[in-house]
């Protein structure tokens, strides 16, 4: 292990890295240094709470709009979806498309 002469720590904790060590029998890897899973679970389920508490009120809030909020928002799509169509353009095929439909019979 290598230490630097001012720190007692190992170099390799000091960088954040994690060593593996193994068990006697070599079945069993650990990794030192790792935060435990139950943290990351836990922070995992607040998250879930949260994001479900956020759509539940916005479910909540969705009756008490006024008549005129919807049909603001409905505008609103319909600008955004006709910018998009102006963007998009039609799709061009390439050389293989075009030899495939000129190959196919006409009816």
Known sequence: MATT???CEPRAERLGLYRVKFSNDGSDLRFDGVPSRRKDRVLL???LLYLITLR???WLMLPARSQASNDAE????RHEVAVLRRQAGGAK??????????????N
Do not use: K, N, T
């Open 45 to 47: 389920l607040v998250r």
């Open 5 to 7: 002469s001012g720190s």
């Open 74 to 77: 409905i505008m609103v799509l």
């Open 56 to 58: 539940v009120f916005g």
């Open 93 to 106: 095929p390439d050389w293989a498309d075009r030899a495939i439909l000129a190959a196919e019979p006409v």
